[in-house]
T-cell receptor, first 116, second 114 residues
Framework: AQSVTQLGSHVSVSEGALVLLRCNYSSSVPPYLFWYVQYPNQGLQLLLKYTTGATLVKGINGFEAEFKKSETSFHLTKPSAHMSDAAEYFC??????????????FGQGTTLQVKP | DTAVSQTPKYLVTQMGNDKSIKCEQNLGHDTMYWYKQDSKKFLKIMFSYNNKELIINETVPNRFSPKSPDKAHLNLHINSLELGDSAVYFC?????????????FGPGTRLTVT
């Protein structure tokens, strides 16, 4: 069975500082990995995804993530935080098997707070 | 134009009632989903339909019944509402059922059962 663990339910950074949100996954087959962002009272929006190919994935709003198979990790980073980045971030995994139905397994989420 | 819309946005009702949440997407997608987000913000898939066919049915009480009248609509009907059903319900859609396709989420319906 697949699972996702996000280390740190709450991360606080200063504006302009590096953002690092941690995600580790468990999967018996090659995973597809995703980061979604949820702004207050809104639905989720895809930031970036890894399916195959290049392990460093660039997404919207200056975010990127690196797939590290040896560490079973897919951490999300941004070099310089903006106030507008304050939101809830979800890491998710799905498997790449042919019988896959598109089911996403989400982590518990990390709240990013950006201080002025 | 809103890509994935849900109605209502807020729903307050009493235990034992039956209620429905409607979802519509105008993206031309083949696959639609229902997710439940609990008070701790944990998200879990409930159902998925591909071309009006049920393809994911998680361990959800049978009080919950999805209905897809056409590819653009996926409604969620809940019978005999319980306090534990209070949550935010999100509808989503994607071009196909494979995970390589991005899922687009609606704004959510906050259900409160009193």
């Amino acid at each position: 069975a697949q699972s996702v663990t996000q280390l740190g339910s709450h991360v606080s950074v200063s504006e302009g500082a590096l953002v690092l949100l941690r995600c580790n996954y468990s999967s018996s087959v090659p995973p597809y990995l995703f980061w979604y962002v949820q702004y207050p009272n809104q639905g989720l929006q895809l930031l970036l995804k890894y399916t195959t190919g290049a392990t460093l994935v660039k997404g919207i709003n200056g975010f990127e993530a690196e797939f590290k198979k040896s560490e079973t990790s897919f951490h999300l980073t941004k070099p310089s935080a903006h106030m507008s980045d304050a939101a809830e971030y979800f890491c998710a995994v799905s498997d790449s098997g042919s019988s896959n139905t598109g089911k996403l397994i989400f982590g518990q989420g990390t709240t990013l707070q950006v201080k002025p | 134009d809103t890509a994935v819309s849900q109605t209502p946005k807020y729903l307050v009702t009493q235990m034992g009632n039956d209620k429905s949440i409607k979802c519509e997407q105008n993206l031309g997608h083949d696959t639609m989903y229902w997710y439940k987000q609990d008070s701790k913000k944990f998200l879990k898939i409930m159902f998925s339909y591909n071309n009006k066919e049920l393809i994911i049915n998680e361990t959800v009480p049978n009080r919950f019944s999805p209905k897809s009248p056409d590819k653009a609509h996926l409604n969620l009907h809940i019978n005999s509402l319980e306090l534990g059903d209070s949550a935010v319900y999100f509808c989503a859609s994607s071009r196909g059922g494979a995970p390589v396709y991005e899922q687009y989420f609606g704004p959510g319906t906050r259900l409160t059962v009193t």
